[in-house]
Nanobody
């Protein structure tokens, strides 16, 4: 039941930038909030940010460095990551849910994830 597809992950040097994309169905983008989460090996899934109706919230660890945006014409949500740090290394997931939330339990559609690795 995968309706979200992430892309754009890869290997980048610390201080660099990367933009992730999440392609969703028109229905999902129209009706649901879109969230970004990440998970590193041995760690809990961490809230990155979420957008709904143009309102955006970010996790404390990425605030000021990451930006979420939406292009409805392309059915795509973006996560622009600047000034990347080794601690940002994780699998990044986009998700859709009925409300903008910091909790992954509020989201019912998930992508497969895309790996982001930041070298020190």
């Amino acid at each position: 039941q995968t309706q979200l597809v992430e892309s754009g992950g890869g290997l980048v040097q610390a201080g660099g930038s990367l933009r992730l994309s999440c392609v969703a169905s028109e229905r999902i983008l129209r009706s649901d909030a879109m969230g970004w989460f990440r998970q590193a090996p041995g760690k809990d899934r961490e809230f990155v940010g979420a957008i709904n109706w143009g309102q955006v919230v970010y996790g404390d660890s990425v605030k000021g460095r990451f930006t979420i945006s939406r292009d409805k014409s392309k059915n795509t949500v973006y996560l622009q990551m600047n000034n990347l740090k080794p601690g940002d290394t994780a699998v990044y997931y986009c998700a859709a849910g009925p409300v903008r939330s910091r909790s992954d339990r509020e989201y019912y559609h998930w992508g497969q994830g895309t790996q982001v690795t930041v070298s020190s």
